[in-house]
């Protein structure tokens, strides 16, 4: 049951950063439809670091199986800049694909202008570099929050960040794109990275995981 509970966290965490959407094919995703992909597969001595997981539409995962990152992106490649891509390479249950309308997008790639291209680029690395950052800020809290727990102690709002600290001196709410760190934990929360329960005295709340 724990178990469960961390992949979901895990899934929704990477679901967020990723926009809400697949990270082969950019098609908005429903949380039922969405799973976690091994980047190098862990047939291939893949592990299970924030770094190497994705989350894609279950089609897609269960098309690629035990590609390799080199085989995936050839056919990102190809069929990066068609929308909804997924729908369409990764066949749905009783779904027919029309090849020759595939086709036909597949030859519209070769309309894109080079500067099209290029900012569509620069737009997904700045997406990843946020990406990166957010679950560097979600794994120093859940960090803290364990540190708390093996000193035997409640983690409480009002000392999470002096622990964080400790972890990373460099931290700030600021660089993650909050004004608060209280904003900073209710986002964890609605992200489910986290709950939040009142603590019995003053304002605080005491985090759990």
Do not use: W
Request: aromatic share 8%; with cysteine.
């Amino acid at each position: 049951m724990m178990e469960n509970k961390q992949a979901m966290k895990k899934l929704n965490a990477l679901l967020f950063n990723q926009g809400g959407k697949c990270f082969y094919c950019d098609a908005v995703l429903d949380i039922q439809e969405a799973t976690v992909d091994h980047v190098i597969p862990q047939s291939k001595g893949g592990t299970n670091d924030l770094d190497n997981l994705v989350v894609c539409c279950k089609y897609a995962n269960h098309a690629f199986r035990d590609y390799s990152p080199k085989q995936k992106l050839a056919v990102i490649k190809q069929l990066s800049s068609i929308s909804s891509v997924c729908q369409k390479i990764f066949p749905r249950e009783e779904q027919v694909i029309d090849s020759k309308s595939v086709e036909v997008e597949k030859e519209s790639l070769t309309a894109h202008q080079p500067e099209k291209l290029e900012k569509k680029t620069q737009a997904k690395a700045k997406q990843k570099k946020t990406t990166r950052a957010i679950s560097t800020a979600y794994h120093l809290l859940l960090q803290a929050v364990e540190l708390f727990e093996e000193e035997g102690k409640e983690a409480v709002s009002s000392q999470i960040k002096s622990k964080i600290l400790k972890l990373k001196p460099s931290f700030k709410e600021s660089d993650y794109g909050f004004r608060q760190f209280n904003k900073f934990l209710l986002h964890a929360q609605d992200e489910k990275i986290i709950t939040l329960e009142k603590h019995k005295k003053g304002n605080n709340y005491v985090i759990k995981k």
